[in-house]
C-alpha cells in the first residue's frame, strides 16, 4: 500500500475574497425585536424566552437587516416545516454570520454532514452514525462518571464554585477528546476553538478565517500523527472511513474532526449548566430529584425541552413562503429549537419546568435528516453529570449578587454560573 | 393493539427504546426497531400504555400505533 499523502498539505483553503457575500457588522443595540432581532446581543442572550413568547404573539416570524438579512421563526409549526424542507433550505452554512458562504461550497459544507444537503448528507451521516449509538456511547459511561467524581473532588473545601467553568464545560471537553483520540493536555485550546467558532461571529472575515485555520492546522497535526500511529479512536476511524470506494477527502476528514469538536462541547456544556443553574434556583426540584433518582432520565428530557441550547440556521435555496413571510434566496433563516419547544400550541403549561413530564416530544437535538448525531452522548453525559452532582452535593444554590452570564449566539447556556455548595 | 416503526420518518432520536428498551431496540446506526416482543408488530398485553407513551415522546411521529389489531377491522 502506498504512503496515505493526502495530509502533506493543509486542506485549508482561503476562500478566495471575490467569492464571499461581505455584509457590514451591525452590532448597535437593538431597536425592535420583531424587525431588528440580534441573537449576538447581550438581552437575547439574557432573555431569550420571553422575547421568543413576545414574537410568537405578535409576528411570529421575526427579521433583521443584519448578517445581510435574516429571519427568526418562533413558532413549533415553523421551525419544524424549514427543518423538513431541504428544497428551499439549504445548510450550505448553518451559523449566521456576516458572510456568506461560496455557493459551491454546497452540497458538501465546510464541516460534514451537518453542512452537507442531500444526496451527499446521507451518506455522509452513515459514516458517523454507527460511533454515536446508544449502545456504543455507553461504553464512555463509566469514564465519564470517574471524571465527573474528579471533578467534584476538586471542590473540597470549597464553598462557592462556578459550575459552568469548572464543572459543566469540561465533561464534554474530555469525552470528545477521548473519542477523538487527542491529549488530554490539549484540552484548555479546546474552549478557545469554541468561542472562536460560535461566539466570534461579529468578528471581521479575516479574523474568522484566521482563528479557523489555527483550529484546522491543530486537527492537522493530530491527523498525521494518527496516521503515524493508528489507533482504535474516532480520528483513524475517519481516515480510514471510505466512501463511493475511495478514502474521504482531505478536507471532509478535518472538517467533520472540527464538527465532531465543535458541536460536541458548548451544547453539551450548556445544557449541563441550564440544568444546574434550574436546580440551584428551584430547591423543590432539586429535592425531588436527589430522593427520587428513577425520576432523572424524565427530568433530563423536560431541562432538554425547556432549556434546550442549540438554534440551527440555513439559508434559503430557493424564494419561499413561510409562515405568512416571503423568504428571498440566499436569507439567513434561524431554526430556534428552544423557541419551538416553549410554543403553547404544541406543549402544555410550556413556559413551565415540569420534571415528571411525562409526554414530551421536544425538538432539542433537531428534527428531520439532521437530528443532532450526538444526541445519544448528549443524554448520556447530561444524566451522568446530573446523577453524580446530586448524589454528591445534593445541597446547593445560586449565588446571589455573584456575575452570572449566558452565552450569545446560537447556543445559549450559563457561560459563568456562581453556585454556593451546602 | 398494533405497533410499527415508519422508517422513512425515524431519525434515530431513540426515545422509543430509551422509555421501553424491551419492546424497541436500535439498529447499527440507531434507528428504531421492533424487538422479540414486538416483532410481528402485535403489542403484548398490558403494554399498551408504554406503547402509546413511546409514540407520544417521539419528536418525528415515526411510532405508529394501531388501536385495533388490524385483523379485527376486516
Same mark, same amino acid.
Given at each position: 500500500?502506498?504512503? @496515505? ?5 493543509? #486542506? ?29 446581543? &447581550? ?6 424566552? &420571553? ?26 409549526? /415553523? ?15 448553518? !451559523? ?5 458562504? $461560496?455557493? @459551491? ?13 442531500? $444526496?451527499? +448528507?446521507? @451518506? ?5 452514525? #454507527? ?20 471533578? =467534584? ?8 464554585? /462556578? ?8 465533561? $464534554? !471537553?474530555? %469525552? ?49 500523527? +494518527? ?24 478536507? +471532509? %476528514? ?7 469538536? =465543535? ?19 428551584? $430547591? ?15 427530568? %433530563? ?7 434546550? #441550547? %442549540? ?31 416553549? @410554543? ?21 437535538? *433537531? ?8 444526541? +445519544? ?23 446571589? *449578587? ?21 | ?74
Amino acid at each position: 500500500m502506498t504512503v @496515505d499523502d493526502r495530509f502533506t498539505d493543509s #486542506p485549508f483553503q482561503k476562500a478566495d475574497p471575490a467569492e464571499l457575500t461581505r455584509f457590514e457588522v451591525m452590532d448597535g443595540p437593538v431597536s425592535d425585536w420583531a424587525t431588528d432581532f440580534s441573537h449576538m446581543d &447581550e438581552q437575547y442572550a439574557e432573555n431569550a424566552h &420571553e422575547i421568543w413568547d413576545d414574537l410568537r404573539g405578535r409576528c411570529p416570524v421575526a427579521h433583521t437587516e443584519r448578517f445581510g438579512g435574516a429571519w427568526l421563526p418562533t413558532r413549533y409549526e /415553523d421551525v419544524q416545516a424549514i427543518a423538513y424542507d431541504t428544497e428551499h433550505f439549504t445548510s450550505r452554512a448553518i !451559523i449566521v454570520g456576516n458572510y456568506r458562504p $461560496p455557493l @459551491d461550497l454546497a452540497p458538501v459544507g465546510g464541516v460534514p454532514p451537518i453542512s452537507s444537503d442531500p $444526496p451527499f +448528507h446521507h @451518506d455522509a451521516r452513515k459514516l458517523l452514525l #454507527p460511533a454515536f449509538t446508544k449502545a456504543n456511547v455507553a461504553k464512555q459511561e463509566i469514564t465519564t462518571r470517574e471524571f465527573c467524581h474528579s471533578l =467534584i473532588n476538586a471542590f473540597e473545601g470549597r464553598d462557592l464554585v /462556578d459550575a459552568a467553568t469548572e464543572y459543566a464545560m469540561h465533561i $464534554p !471537553i474530555r %469525552v470528545i477528546a477521548d473519542m477523538l483520540g487527542f491529549p488530554t493536555e490539549d484540552t484548555p485550546k479546546f474552549k478557545v476553538f469554541v468561542e472562536n467558532a460560535l461566539e466570534g461571529v461579529n468578528r471581521s472575515p479575516e479574523e474568522r478565517e484566521a482563528s479557523t485555520e489555527v483550529l484546522f492546522s491543530y486537527l492537522l497535526e493530530q491527523v498525521r500523527d +494518527h496516521i503515524d500511529n493508528p489507533r482504535d479512536d474516532l480520528t483513524t476511524y475517519l481516515i480510514n472511513a471510505e466512501l463511493y470506494g475511495q478514502k474521504l477527502a482531505p478536507n +471532509h %476528514v478535518v472538517g467533520t474532526m472540527a464538527l465532531l469538536l =465543535i458541536a460536541g462541547i458548548d451544547t453539551t456544556w450548556s445544557a449541563i449548566g441550564a440544568s444546574l443553574w434550574h436546580l440551584a434556583k428551584n $430547591p423543590e426540584d432539586r429535592k425531588r430529584l436527589v430522593e427520587e433518582p428513577a425520576l432523572r432520565t424524565t427530568a %433530563v428530557e423536560e431541562f432538554l425541552r425547556a432549556y434546550a #441550547p %442549540v438554534t440551527m440556521a440555513r439559508l434559503v435555496k430557493e424564494d419561499v413562503e413561510l409562515g405568512g413571510v416571503e423568504m428571498k434566496k440566499e436569507d439567513w433563516v434561524l431554526l430556534p429549537f428552544p423557541a419551538a419547544n416553549r @410554543d403553547p400550541e404544541k406543549f402544555e403549561r410550556a413556559d413551565e419546568v415540569v420534571i415528571d413530564r411525562e409526554v414530551n416530544r421536544h425538538a432539542a437535538f *433537531g428534527l428531520g435528516i439532521h437530528r443532532c448525531a450526538g444526541s +445519544h452522548l448528549a443524554r448520556m453525559e447530561l444524566r451522568v453529570a446530573l446523577d453524580v452532582w446530586l448524589d454528591r452535593i445534593p445541597e446547593f444554590s445560586l449565588a446571589e *449578587g455573584a456575575p452570572m452570564r449566558w452565552s450569545t449566539g446560537q447556543i445559549r447556556g450559563p457561560r459563568m454560573l456562581p453556585i454556593n455548595l451546602g | 393493539m398494533k405497533v410499527q416503526i415508519d422508517s422513512q420518518l425515524c431519525q434515530g432520536h431513540g426515545r422509543c427504546y430509551d422509555l421501553a428498551p424491551d419492546l424497541f431496540g436500535e439498529d447499527d446506526e440507531g434507528y428504531a426497531t421492533l424487538t422479540a416482543l414486538t416483532a410481528d408488530g402485535n403489542v403484548p398485553e398490558g403494554r399498551e400504555g408504554d406503547i402509546r407513551l413511546a409514540a407520544a415522546n417521539c419528536p418525528e411521529s415515526a411510532v405508529l400505533v394501531h388501536e385495533e389489531a388490524l385483523n379485527d377491522r376486516r
